[in-house]
């Protein structure tokens, strides 16, 4: 075989790896931007709303007890 062949396709195979690599790398940074928005939003807070409670409730809590 060609040399020049053989080094074409190593080439050919180290720029799929690379581009492997960088798709992961890709992916993980958007999933972190994701959570850091969703963080800044308060959508990864599961708090219970108190909009159809009567008022006073929730107000004050006993922790003596």
Sequence with gaps: MDMSLVAAVLASQAGAVQQ???NSVL???L????SAV???LGAGQQTLSLANVADG???N?????
């Design 20 to 22: 492997q690599v960088a």
């Design 27 to 29: 992916k993980s940074n």
């Design 31 to 34: 999933d972190s931007q994701k």
């Design 38 to 40: 969703l963080t800044l």
């Design 57 to 59: 409730v929730g107000g």
């Design 61 to 65: 809590l006993n922790v003596a007890a």
